[in-house]
């Protein structure tokens, strides 16, 4: 009698754990396309700090995020809550009698391959100036605590998912790219520009040492996106799963156009650095509604969040801050459209759904803007946050690892 | 009582949705190929049209490839038939009312994951000469008519599958391998041959700028192609699945040593791209027969497969047929060889089945060769299709991108 | 009434193939990570033996391995047995009257992409100085025979089975890793260190050519190793596959800091290839166990693997046995390190086990070093072993395989 229940189960939780492979080879795509999008100089400092992420989001995750994001009834207020510190198995957590979906070591493991991102997203904005120790330090800070607490506002039943017309976030365009988008912002307007960045000749465009790497990055993201937003249908339920599929590659397809034909009015030339980035906005665009929304929608979103993004770098460079790869354009910009998305297209589009969507936008901007500056200002005053100018020059990788990327090749600096 | 049907349909419709992501990736593998086994400076061109074929795939499949492939009884004939314009859902879309193995919606971005293939061999054999907006075009109109409308003829009950012995093509040595294969050739021929590949003292190597990302190109490709011959099952259907998957890995194992062999008696040298070349001949190979063959046909449809390879390599090289990365030989001989090998060996091995083989095969030609002629033809002596002398020889990427793809190093052109 | 057994048995079998694409992309994972620790001069090399190692893999696995690595009650002893040449399909091969948890084909192929992994390992320690026919001539060996042996001794029911106190070796931290890890060593040993490893003045580091390769290399690993682990479970068994999927995750999490912390203690610096090699580590420690640890357990089963890493790569400098990659220490020091854990933490911690665990790695480390030793031996003192001076010192890649990696770009040497 229960074997068809158990069977069901089985197939969600493969998916879930599936979706969770797919989320972590997204952080090697960010690690290739921050790399790719910076200079061969500081191409080791990158990659360690996209390979120490990861497992620094896995173990804080374990320790306390995990019960910061999902507190239990118990132990949550609608802000805050927090179930203790570790991981404990709760009865049944095998079963369909802890979630119809997967079971709670799924259930851990998807979330916390999430967590990892939030930081990741600053690490490109800050990239090529931030001293390594300092970022370690936000970066445990910020995934351990920030953005758990405010992923608990909705996905762990807080104040935005009690509102009338709750806050409506699928998959984290909010929760998880414009929480990264905050710290970048912060992170890169306190760091300051690069060297060389702005002159009194104008903005000087400091051009990635890899294309090749930065294209990996896009596709091994777009890739891992199936299982982001697959996964967050939270069950292998066919007609959602399937939909979503569609919707996001939709979008990430149209936000390639959307930045190719404004990138080709704007400068007259095919910039595939702008085409990447237009794909990752339609991406990060659609997450936050990528199981209501139809095909036009879709394709709509994910258009205006690739030409939202050409404007977005160009807006960033002109107030004079400078975020190497783009993420502040792609994760904040694009993750406060898509947000917005909500209210004005797909089944939930409507006047009180726009509030709310603006309420959560508002409220994550207010406390990660203002988190990220108190973490940020703090370790500025403190030990310091950016190497010193003959380091930068010089480069990262020699001065903070004792190597090179690339130390058989002859390079140009 | 209905559920243990849903809960298969949920496995079938799960592994489809898989498969889609494996197709999906093998982009980033073709893209890593063709930019492996060509001239760093023309490597950004040839990513950027890589990245921007599948979002055209998905685009134009959306609104008119799907149902020009799959038009239903009421709108098709033998040769050509068209369902409207854009998506719409069927009834009961979602469950196994519409399909045993997957929604509409799986079905439609399983699909649309192959149909940008077609465009993507084509760059190949067109690469490090072709203008951008030429080739676009072309990719535009090969993927959302000449594709379908061939993929009809068999996938979507046309002409080919109602032979009196059907013409059969399991996941596409023809409908999708030789469908680019014979685009490859037109353009290739076309175009004519890069500068300094033919002269008076005879033919010049020019090798590709990164072994790396070729070698890459053809695992990913690899990786996907389980989810393209695995896939073409449509279901999860275990014994047909799993069998598929050891076709087509020995198949491509084969291939390697099929290459390896005949071009160490030909050239006297480990040639790591014959190798690769060989892989892929060989997974090109078993497409058309994998779920009929048995271990040992497998082994020897790869093993030729590889082999030819390396003879097609060499002969359109003697005929002057410059295609920098041999994806004619890849995909239209090992097309051929794969759907001819059905006649040959296997379950439906025979003389009848080798004559419809040969009729899908002839049918192919005549309409891939005749409207890709026809489409390169008309772009050649209108807007023009080959980049000036002057680009050719700087790179297309300083010309066509203003940007290069690796500027921190030094190159030696 | 057979349905939802039937439903279940496609689940399982789903998984384990996906675990089988996952354990596939390992070997592009294995090729970066030994192409990106090496010189460019030595690229084509490293990458011709990591792409036909996993087609030798394939077909010898067909051919023999699979046979002999599971060769049925009636053709085994303890020690050897051998179920005869070939694949042959068995009665109902593909339902769960082969097995619960898949067919016989999805079998054979999860396994053999095993195999090939043994002789991988190899391929990193002795790298940039072996000469190609050699090398291959051991994997077929290697792989063909000594592999499977050991294999069947624990998982085709030999003796490490059958003791009272059966040894533990969970997805492989002895039957692959030391298998390989045996193999490397008397490798590197017989080879002797490449040129200008270990001068009068010390021991010379050897930087490897490209970080952001041997970086993709790890995460791809990392990757793979949810399918390598996960798929050791053998069955879609939600509670056990997602348990394993934490175990390893946070193995790998802790073997990234051990290896940080250690490496930072003795070099004062953040070495960004011990990182890499720390999660590796902690990946091979927890292997073995993956099924038996608990959360904690796991941390810090990964923390001291990554720490043993950074202590036997200097070990190994100092008796110059000259590893490029690291080989041993990840697979060998930390296989052993990984099936001890099983006696000392988890489920089965005890003094019987600990017992039952050094039989078996004294077993292996016996047959394994003298196998190793008479292939390794046996072809030296023939046909030879190692390239000449003059080739080692132009590279492989320009003497064995005719061409260069990156043909475009000025190198240093």
Redesign the interface.
């Known amino acids: 009698m229960q074997?068809?229940?158990?069977?069901?189960?089985?197939?969600?939780?493969?998916?879930m754990?599936?979706a969770?492979?797919?989320v972590?080879?997204m952080?090697?795509g960010f690690?290739?396309l921050e790399?790719g999008l910076t200079?061969?100089?500081n191409?080791?400092n990158i990659?360690?700090k996209?390979?120490?992420i990861?497992?620094?989001g896995?173990?804080t995750y374990?320790l306390v995020g995990f019960n910061l994001m999902y507190p239990g009834a118990d132990f949550a207020g609608s802000f805050f809550g927090f179930g203790g510190l570790?991981?404990s198995l709760p009865e049944g957590?095998?079963?369909s009698n802890y979630n119809a979906g997967?079971?709670?070591?799924?259930d851990?493991?998807f979330q916390?391959m999430f967590a990892a991102t939030a930081a990741t997203i600053v690490s490109g904005a800050v990239a090529e100036r931030i001293k390594?120790g300092p970022f370690i330090t936000f970066s445990i800070l910020y995934v351990a605590f920030i953005y758990p607490i405010v992923g608990m506002w909705k996905w762990g039943g807080g104040f935005l998912n009690t509102l009338e017309t709750p806050f409506y976030d699928f998959a984290g365009s909010t929760i998880v790219h414009s929480v990264g988008g905050w710290g970048a912002l912060v992170g890169a307007y306190l760091l300051g520009p690069r060297i060389g960045k702005y002159t009194a000749q104008g903005m000087k465009a400091i051009?990635?040492?890899?294309?090749?790497?930065a294209?990996?990055g896009?596709?091994?993201l777009?890739?891992g996106w199936?299982g982001f937003n697959?996964g967050s249908v939270l069950s292998?339920?066919?007609?959602l799963?399937?939909?979503v599929?569609?919707t996001t590659?939709?979008a990430?397809?149209?936000g390639?156009?959307g930045a190719?034909i404004v990138s080709y009015i704007k400068?007259k030339?095919?910039?595939?650095?702008m085409?990447?980035n237009g794909?990752l906005a339609g991406l990060v665009g659609i997450t936050a509604g990528a199981d209501q929304m139809g095909?036009l929608d879709s394709?709509i979103i994910g258009f205006i969040g690739g030409g939202l993004v050409v404007f977005g770098v160009v807006l960033f460079d002109k107030i004079k801050i400078d975020d190497p790869v783009g993420a502040i354009s792609v994760h904040l910009v694009g993750g406060i459209w898509g947000t917005l998305a909500v209210g004005l297209f797909g089944d939930l589009a409507g006047m009180s759904q726009v509030i709310s969507q603006l309420i959560g936008i508002g409220a994550t901007a207010v406390f990660c803007f203002g988190t990220a500056w108190l973490i940020f200002f703090t370790i500025k005053k403190t030990i310091g946050i950016r190497v010193d100018e003959k380091e930068e020059v010089e480069g990262l990788d020699i001065n903070?690892?004792?190597?090179?990327?690339?130390?058989?090749?002859?390079?140009?600096?």
Chains 1, 2, 3 share one sequence.
């Open positions: 074997e068809p229940v158990q069977d069901l189960f089985t197939v969600n939780n493969l998916w754990m599936i969770t492979i797919l972590f080879i952080h090697l690690a290739t790399a200079r061969s100089k191409t080791v990659l360690f996209n390979t120490i990861p497992a620094i896995l173990l374990a570790g991981l957590w095998d079963s997967y079971t709670y070591f799924t851990f493991i916390a390594l051009p990635g040492h890899s294309i090749p790497m294209t990996m896009v596709f091994l777009w890739f199936f697959g292998a339920s066919p007609g799963v399937s939909k599929f569609v590659s939709l990430a397809a149209a390639a156009f190719l400068f030339t095919y910039d595939i650095t085409v990447l794909i095909i394709i903070e690892h004792s190597m090179r990327a690339y130390p058989d090749f002859m390079t140009k600096d």
